[in-house]
């Protein structure tokens, strides 16, 4: 029901209820009806659904049939157990990852009031807030959370701070006594108090007409059990390489199976090949690759402000096509400042940032100055280095003071005797205060309210009455500073030396002029945003601040060009489903809009085929990070429950950590993309080889065991190295990646070619010369496994650039690849040379220096062929 539309009387009445409040029967009458007042939450996924959904990704099973297969068909469970174990550190990994994931519900009922004072029996009592229920009345005052929604029916200069469900920084001014439009939107709503929002001043009473999920609390509770986990786009491709992967290999062995046997060979011979093809033809170490590097890019996340709270959030930054972000604290400082004063003639910048006392006010005469005096000395506010006390705008006054040559101690130069303070009625705060030989009342508030009481102006040191022609020429002033999306706030004054009452004495006074008063962008994100869209990334500003406020600042910032990229809340209810669509694909600012309403936007451009990126610090933010393809929660600002809803905590709050953590998030999936085609290409050169030699009737040129050492040990140390790989030039001059987009695309799908089969061709040859010119037991498999073995670990260095050659890059900069090199040729040697672990891996008795030299040369042929591949672009 739409409570704030109707009178006090008529919601009374509605839920037949008084001023008294409830009866304790007719409260438990009620309970039995609603229910409690309490948030509620979803079953949460237990421990072993989670580890039955690891184990069943394709890849896995894919690893445990081939470690089954392995184990009977080699009579020995080493090579089935070293596979088993790469299974259950990858599952231990992800769920471990998973039972980390957020719980935001529960950080909602953390924020909830824990204790309210209702009236229940014509008596006022503190209860646990859980023990409200629609139609009771409830108290309120300064520092007190609303413990249900309420329609307010009795306001003593209440303000309260909504900013957790509206994202507006400053407090709320509340009038009972209103009935406002059917459709306002939440933060207009000034007759209402929501669940979790706090009392900063005044005090109220109220009637309960929501609790528990029904309230507006409760809706974001709902938005958030709804939304469902997805699949990140790497988690895709990495699935869909699988399955090819899987796919070529069930190929192969049929093949392989029927060539075998119209070659007459027997059938265990047939078997124990094809269990050889389906071990090459699987990346044993891809998965535990991908899971390390991308840990080691949150650790380097971390360093630049941006903590990333699961694995799959790194890469999904690569991805990310648009940035949504709140526009309060994010795009701007979350500082006002005053940069506009209009002395009755003409507007005067000022410049300066933050509540920092430097700056200049480009002028000088007696308005200035009697602005300046007045916002000082009219204010409750202080500041004391970096100890700020007091509401926002206050402060604002008090740095522009500071830098017209105040300070601290004119407070006790001009004492104040007197003051009239603000309420939300008259929109004015007025003092009387000492200056020099005289007494004077100083007023400010709001423009319109204070012309009323203005019978002259001050102009060029003359007090002229003001006139049609002067009110013209403010509210121009006015509407102009208002459309650059600054708070106007007027000044007036009049001597005053003898009264009665200080509250009948705002009348006849001389407006000294107005300020202009502004959160204004931060200076790096304009730079930022200018990064974004040379990297083909949409910004989007969503904010529960008015349209006209947002516009502003969309185009200072470069978000939109006009007016025309911009909505409303109210506009946004309009559109249809199709028009939304339609509209959300040029739209950047979204203004006055609900929780709801930023779902819906999220939505919106998922279904546009959008990756986003959506930022927020408010409990009414929680819904949209958690639908959003990485949530990112504000750490200095952010409430508790948007921190566990989003994806990534930005430390220093700042837009430029998000764009830098998208370009490293690139920097990632482009590193990714490095090993995943090093190490599938060693596993296509792997089976194109057994295939080859098969066919040739040469049988394996390798043992499963020989096969496993390499995918697992000597390709995973490279390809860890190739994962934290220093970024390429231009990594965000290109536009996102396409989620769409298989890891193994044209580019890479050539690469894999031609590297696979130079290796096969490299690996033959060496099987060749061993087996059948220098001869001996195990002697062609001994040469196959050192070159293959030297191919992949000087493949390493080609595949550290998809385009660049060798030559153009400096080769040994990357430290960890050339560790990873050495320690490759080490294990080498002492598989080769170690008595007893050289017969566990069949290596033949009796190399000789050429014989090791010979196999080494081959080696190069890969490297070679991965060189020529970067040819074809």
Not at 42 to 66: D, G, H
């Amino acid at each position: 029901m739409k409570y704030y539309s109707k009178s006090i009387n008529d919601v009374l009445n509605e839920l037949k209820t008084t001023k008294d409040g409830l009866s304790t029967g007719d409260f438990n009458k009620r309970k039995e009806i609603h229910g409690l007042n309490q948030l509620t939450e979803k079953k949460s996924k237990s421990i072993y659904k989670m580890i039955y959904e690891q184990v069943t990704e394709f890849l896995n099973l894919l690893l445990i049939v081939a470690a089954v297969i392995s184990m009977f068909a080699s009579h020995s469970l080493s090579d089935g157990l070293f596979i088993i174990a790469i299974v259950i550190l990858n599952v231990s990994l992800s769920v471990f990852q998973e039972r980390k994931a957020s719980n935001a519900v529960n950080a909602l009922k953390q924020i909830s009031a824990p204790h309210a004072k209702v009236i229940r029996n014509n008596e006022v009592i503190s209860v646990d807030s859980k023990m409200l229920t629609i139609g009771d009345i409830v108290l309120f005052e300064a520092g007190d959370y609303i413990p249900a929604d309420i329609r307010i029916i009795e306001s003593i200069n209440l303000k309260i701070d909504e900013s957790a469900l509206t994202g507006e920084s400053l407090s709320v001014d509340k009038i009972a006594d209103t009935e406002l439009k059917e459709n306002s939107p939440l933060g207009d709503r000034i007759n209402m108090a929501y669940m979790s929002t706090i009392v900063t001043y005044g005090r109220g009473t109220g009637v309960v007409t929501n609790i528990g999920m029904g309230t507006e609390i409760g809706n974001i509770a709902n938005l958030l059990n709804e939304v469902e986990d997805e699949l990140t786009p790497l988690q895709k491709k990495i699935d869909k390489l699988g399955k090819l992967l899987g796919i070529i290999s069930v190929v192969v062995v049929i093949i392989i199976f029927i060539v075998g046997l119209l070659y007459g060979m027997d059938v265990l011979d047939i078997f124990l090949v094809s269990v050889s093809l389906a071990v090459a033809a699987i990346p044993e170490g891809l998965p535990t690759v991908i899971t390390v590097v991308l840990a080691l890019g949150m650790r380097k996340m971390a360093g630049k402000n941006a903590i990333v709270k699961s694995l799959s959030a790194v890469e999904t930054l690569g991805s990310t096509t648009v940035i949504s972000s709140d526009k309060t604290g994010t795009l701007t400082q979350n500082k006002m400042v005053v940069t506009r004063i209009f002395d009755n003639t003409k507007i005067i910048e000022v410049t300066g940032n933050g509540y920092k006392f430097e700056g200049e006010i480009k002028g000088d005469n007696q308005n200035i100055d009697l602005i300046t005096q007045i916002g000082f000395l009219c204010n409750d506010s202080k500041i004391n280095k970096d100890n700020l006390i007091g509401d926002p705008t206050e402060l604002a006054l008090i740095t522009l003071g500071h830098k017209n040559k105040l300070e601290e101690k004119y407070n006790s130069l001009h004492p104040r005797i007197d003051e009239y303070p603000f309420d939300s009625d008259r929109k004015l705060m007025s003092v009387y205060v000492k200056y020099d030989d005289s007494n004077y009342l100083y007023t400010k508030g709001a423009p319109d309210q204070l012309l009323k009481k203005c019978t002259h102006a001050l102009i060029g040191g003359e007090k002229i009455k003001i006139d049609e022609k002067f009110k013209k020429t403010l509210l121009l002033a006015n509407q102009g500073m208002a459309r650059s999306a600054l708070r106007v706030l007027g000044f007036a004054y009049k001597e005053l030396n003898k009264y009665d009452n200080l509250q009948e004495e705002e009348e006849n006074l001389i407006l000294a002029g107005l300020v202009g008063i502004i959160d204004p962008p931060r200076e790096e994100v304009k730079e930022a945003i200018k990064i974004c869209h040379k990297a083909g990334i949409r910004v989007v500003m969503i904010t529960g601040d008015h349209k006209i406020t947002a516009t502003a600042i969309g185009k200072e910032l470069g978000i939109i060009k006009d007016e025309s990229g911009a909505l409303s809340g109210d506009e946004l209810d309009k559109l249809s489903r199709e028009e939304l669509l339609e509209k959300i694909k040029v739209t950047n600012v979204f203004a006055r809009v609900s929780p709801n309403h930023k779902v819906d936007i999220v939505k919106a451009l998922q279904e546009v085929n959008e990756i986003t990126s959506m930022t927020g610090d408010g409990v009414n933010d929680a819904p949209a990070l958690k639908q959003a393809n990485i949530g990112v929660a504000m750490g200095i600002t952010g409430t508790d429950v948007s921190k566990e809803a989003a994806d990534m905590v930005l430390m220093d709050d700042n837009f430029t950590t998000i764009v830098e953590a998208v370009e490293e998030g690139r920097v990632i999936f482009a590193n990714i993309r490095k090993f995943v085609g090093y190490l599938v290409s060693c596993n296509v050169g792997e089976v194109l080889l057994i295939f080859i030699a098969m066919l040739l009737g040469f049988g394996s040129p390798l043992f499963p065991i020989q096969i496993l050492w390499i995918n697992l040990v000597t390709d995973s140390f490279p390809a860890f190295a190739l994962g934290l790989e220093q970024k390429e030039e231009g990594v965000m001059d290109k536009d996102p990646i396409d989620p769409n987009q298989a890891i193994v695309d044209r580019k890479m799908g050539i690469a894999i070619a031609f590297q696979s089969i130079f290796l096969a061709v490299a690996v033959l040859t060496s099987f060749l010369i061993g087996s059948k010119i220098v001869g001996g037991e195990f002697m062609g498999e001994t040469f196959a496994f050192i070159t293959i073995i030297t191919g992949e670990l000087l493949r390493t260095y080609s595949a550290r650039s998809e385009s660049k050659t060798i030559f153009k890059m400096n080769i040994f900069s990357n430290k960890l690849v050339n560790l990873s090199v050495a320690f490759g040729f080490v294990l080498l040697v002492l598989v080769v040379f170690v008595p007893g672990v050289n017969d566990l891996f069949s290596i033949a008795k009796g190399l000789t220096f050429n014989n090791i030299v010979v196999a080494l040369s081959l080696g190069l042929i890969p490297l070679f062929g991965g060189e020529l591949a970067k040819l074809f672009k």
